[in-house]
């Protein structure tokens, strides 16, 4: 068979585990031959292609990033999208497809698998927000960058008697926020699933104060104060039509200097999570999942994403996976709230 492999989306530590899992599998057990889709689904749009062979994915195992690229294109959008991809595959003679991404990249996987693309699925994101596997890889590096930042804010907040406001990724679930935030000891985590009420946020900053530690306060970009308490800015839409996020930590900051008189300043992590080089927590889970989704191809299986259930890769339908949100539940906020003030 020949098969094309494709990252979507965010980029995210371990895409390039999961390339050099499928490639080496495919090539030496099964005698498959890849071919590397460029910048997501931009990549099968226009007909984008480089070579995947056992060569190319030597060394790339501890690389962050990918080395396929990766975009944001929505063919769905495009007039005549799908049929291009098709008429694509066919003329470079690919018979499968392995999409590597998030709710999006898996969204069109799933709607092109719908009009009879042979695909199968791998999920990432740093987020973790993916329904039907229990991690994604990527969160855990994530997780790790962002609580070593929050490890050093202690130090320097307390030294300056000051609040520092940590602003960490996450649109719509507050995962990394609550992970982080939980490693970190943080004073309060906000997060996406539950808005805020400033007067609260503004009262734990004050009852951290009368201690001889500073608060720190992890927000998610996607957290929102309680309706009509707080003005916010709106964002470009990307291709996707979700808004460009970025700035809550900085009116948190403001509103938290304004309420309580002390100064508040504003660390935002932005990229700094998804660069570098993964964790081997993430290495490995990204290396499983290759392993299996090459699998999943050669038994032709298709229509599926490979996921974490326990300890186990197991095989999920892409609608499935897809049709929701993974978001953190309101029990996994409460016990984080144990340790607010
Ligand atoms: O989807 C993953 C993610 O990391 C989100 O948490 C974040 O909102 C978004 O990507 C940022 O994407 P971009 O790099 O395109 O601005």
């Known amino acids: 068979m020949r098969i094309g492999v494709l990252t979507g989306g965010g980029d995210c530590p371990g895409l390039n585990a999961v390339i050099r899992a499928v490639v080496r599998k495919g090539v030496s057990l099964y005698g498959h031959e890849f071919v590397g889709f460029r910048d997501g689904w931009r990549g099968p749009l226009e007909g984008d292609t480089m070579p995947l062979d056992i060569q190319a994915v ?22 005549g999208g799908v049929e291009k991809i098709k008429d694509n595959l066919a003329e470079t003679g690919v018979d499968a497809l392995i999409a590597i991404g998030g709710e999006d990249t898996l ?9 009879g693309v042979k695909v199968v699925g791998v999920p990432k994101t740093i987020d973790n927000d993916l329904s039907a596997t229990d991690y994604t890889f990527g969160f855990d590096t994530a997780v790790n960058i962002a609580t ?3 490890d050093r804010l202690h130090t320097t907040a307390e030294s300056h008697h000051r609040a520092l406001i940590c602003e960490v990724m996450g649109r719509h679930a507050g995962w990394i926020a609550l992970h982080a935030g939980m490693a970190g000891g943080a004073n309060v985590i906000l997060i996406p699933e539950k808005p805020f ?35 916010l800015q709106a964002g470009e839409l990307d291709s996707f039509g979700h808004v460009r996020l970025g ?30 080089t993964p964790t081997a927590f993430d290495r490995v889970l990204a290396t499983r999942f290759g392993l ?37 539940p309101v029990s996994r906020y409460e016990e984080a709230e144990v340790f607010f003030g």
């Open 107 to 115: 969204g069109v996987a799933k709607q092109l698998f719908d009009k």
């Open 292 to 328: 299996h989704a090459i699998d999943a191809v050669h038994d032709g299986h298709f229509g599926v994403m490979v996921a974490l259930q326990g300890t186990d890769v197991v095989r999920v339908a892409l609608a499935e996976a897809t049709k929701e949100l993974k978001t953190v």
């Open 58 to 79: 030597r060394g790339i195992l501890p690389r962050g990033g990918t080395i396929l690229g990766s975009s944001r294109t929505n063919p769905i959008k495009i007039d």
């Open 247 to 276: 700035g809550i930590g900085e009116l948190l900051a403001k509103e938290i200097e304004k309420r309580t008189g002390k100064e508040a300043r504003t660390t935002v992590l932005g990229h700094i999570q998804r660069g570098g």
């Open 197 to 231: 009420d400033i007067d609260r946020v503004c009262a734990y900053v004050e009852s951290r104060f009368t201690t001889r530690y500073a608060p720190i306060v992890v927000v998610a970009e996607g957290a929102h104060p309680i309706e009509g308490q707080m003005a």
């Open 148 to 150: 070593e930042a929050i």
